[in-house]
């Protein structure tokens, strides 16, 4: 069954920056775009980044564009996000995601567990 | 940016219907966009509950169900057992609902 693993999770001071993985399994991992999703304590679900399935694309929200990268390894079946000039703001349960993408749009079917992201100095 | 509003939350005793309203501030909602819904249980991640308005992935129980209509979507919860108290989002594109916690009386 697909499994999505995050790791890479920790606390870090403003301005510091951290690179989560998400393990990727059970499934044709270069057949899907992927996401990462955050959730700050006691909020609710916030998209961060896409990336689609040979990495060509790459959306991002404003808040963390220029500061955060989304990248795929397709050998590796493993999915990055690479964050840098963290922000209190950005601290949150980060969940990566697998996209389904049809016609009129895209959900996520399948969510891995999350790994903490802790900014404070 | 888009908004997805829903109610903070709504309760029901056991066995009850309920509804979660997940309205769209600029109307995008009615130009052929899917919404889908999510369900978190506490301390857990998201798990798909409805895609394409009105679609349950295999192994959800047809108590839930979801309509959308030019201005807004929902998601209906019927028989409501104790195990349905969760956070339940909607999505659309690159935004989440604000979310709605269901409570079971």
């Known amino acids: 069954q697909v499994r999505l693993v995050e790791s890479g999770g920790g606390v870090a001071q403003p301005g510091g920056s951290l690179t989560l993985s998400c393990a990727a399994s059970?499934?044709?991992?270069?057949?899907?775009?992927m996401h990462w999703v955050r959730q700050a304590p006691g909020k609710g679900l916030e998209w961060v980044a896409f990336?689609?399935?040979?990495?060509?694309?790459?959306n991002y929200r404003d808040s963390v564009k220029g500061r955060f990268t989304i990248s795929r390894d397709q050998s590796k079946n493993t999915l990055f996000l690479q964050m840098s000039s963290l922000r209190v703001d950005d601290t949150a349960v980060y969940y990566c995601?697998?996209?389904?993408?049809?016609?009129?749009?895209?959900?996520?079917?399948?969510w891995g567990q999350g790994t903490l992201v802790t900014v404070s100095s | 940016q888009s908004v997805l509003t829903q109610p903070p939350s709504v309760s029901g005793a056991p066995g009850q219907r309920v509804t979660i309203s997940c309205s769209l501030r600029?109307?995008?909602?009615?130009?052929?966009?899917?919404v889908h819904w999510y369900q978190q249980l506490p301390g857990t991640a998201p798990k798909l509950l409805i895609f394409?308005?009105?679609n349950r992935p295999s192994g959800v129980p047809d108590r839930f169900s979801g309509s959308k209509s030019d201005t807004s979507a929902s998601l209906a919860i019927t028989g409501l057992q104790s195990e349905d108290e969760a956070d339940y989002y909607c999505?659309?594109?690159?935004?989440f609902g604000t979310g709605t916690k269901v409570l079971v009386l």
């Open positions: 995601a697998r996209d389904l993408t049809y016609g009129p749009g895209s959900y996520l079917d399948s």
């Open positions: 059970g499934f044709t991992f270069r057949s899907y775009g």
């Open positions: 990336i689609w399935y040979d990495g060509n694309i790459k």
């Open positions: 600029n109307s995008n909602i009615g130009t052929g966009y899917d």
């Open positions: 394409a308005n009105k």
């Open positions: 999505h659309c594109g690159d935004v």
